[in-house]
């Protein structure tokens, strides 16, 4: 996928792979700010795929952490 379900919608690397999430943040974590890019981040979440069968997760829970 290409692009996410929504505009509030932010990537998780995995890796050398990424993932779209849709549907909330890990607190301290804001999609549009970019100095939040590169953190490390615990998500909850479950795996949904989408149409053309593309990989998403559905937030929910999750935190920021410290290093």
Known sequence: RTTG?????????????CLYVT??????IDP???STAGRTVR???IV???EG???????KDGALIER
């Open 32 to 34: 549009i700010d970019p």
């Open 53 to 59: 069968g593309s990989l998403f997760l559905e937030f």
């Open 5 to 17: 379900l929504t505009r509030s919608d932010w990537l998780l690397r995995t890796g050398e792979d």
């Open 23 to 28: 549907g909330g943040a890990p607190p301290g």
């Open 43 to 45: 998500v909850s979440a």
């Open 48 to 50: 949904r795929q989408g």
